[in-house]
């Protein structure tokens, strides 16, 4: 399992401290950038999440919910490590985003919204290194995990067979449900309330990493 800790639920005018909270007990940070188009919210672009490369040792999953992921995906600053994740519902054609990731040297990611058919992905299988599955519509941090997409997750897992892609889930995750996502298949898991939401994060991010059954290796 790797964790990742969602910044839209952290302290806007202190991310650098609350990054440092969280350096120890995650394995990524997870940057949710949000157009108003999209989705009905605007969060932040390019030069806060370039801004944030010198403050952290943690690899950036970049969270594209935006319509036109081609044409901003250039912006990011990006390490052969780092990722960045389209919707395949954006209005740039999903194969031209990913084509414009890959160039830059980075993981590419394909996600769906919850009530798109999980079909829609398996075309970009084999031009992808992770599927980010969300378990809320997107667009706000603290909803309520979507039950139905453990099956949806089942269902990819069995989907991706041998191929080299990660599942990582997205929404509503907490102590409470981290071990059934991952019995499911997850690869990777995003919190964001449960971390940044808690008055201890790090503290939270360990209890997280116990309730799934692991021991965070570092
Ligand atoms: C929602 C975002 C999520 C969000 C999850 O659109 O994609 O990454 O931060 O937040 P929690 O963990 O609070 O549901
Ligand atoms: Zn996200």
Redesign the pocket.
């Known amino acids: 399992m790797k964790l990742a800790a969602?910044?839209?639920?952290a302290d806007f005018a202190h991310l650098a401290r609350d990054v440092a909270r969280v350096e120890g007990a995650v394995d990524l940070l997870?940057l949710?950038v949000?157009d108003g188009h999209f989705?009905p919210?605007l969060t932040f672009g390019p030069p806060v999440a370039n801004a944030l490369r010198s403050h952290t040792r943690l690899p950036f999953a970049i969270?594209l919910?935006i319509e036109r992921p081609a044409q901003y995906a250039r912006e990011f600053q990006v390490r052969p490590e780092d990722s960045i994740t389209i919707h395949v519902e954006a209005a740039d054609p999903p194969e031209r985003s990913l084509c414009v990731i890959r160039d830059l040297g980075c993981k590419a990611g394909i996600s769906f919204r919850p009530g798109t058919p999980l079909e829609g992905v398996f075309p970009f299988l084999d031009r992808v290194d992770l599927v980010l599955v969300?378990s809320?519509?997107?667009?706000?941090?603290?909803?309520a995990?979507l039950p139905q997409a453990l099956d949806r997750i089942r269902a990819l897992r069995r989907e991706i067979g041998s191929r080299p892609v990660e599942i990582a889930v997205?929404?509503?995750?907490?102590p409470g449900n981290v071990r059934s996502v991952i019995e499911a298949g997850a690869d990777v898991i995003?919190?964001?309330?449960?971390?940044f939401?808690r008055s201890d994060p790090h503290a939270a991010a360990v209890e997280l990493w116990t309730k799934a059954g692991h021991t965070r290796r570092s």
Do not use: R
């Open positions: 969602s910044l839209l639920a997870h949710d949000m989705v919210n969270h919910m969300m809320v519509e997107p667009g706000f941090g603290g909803q995990f997205d929404g509503g995750i907490g995003v919190a964001g309330s449960a971390i939401g």
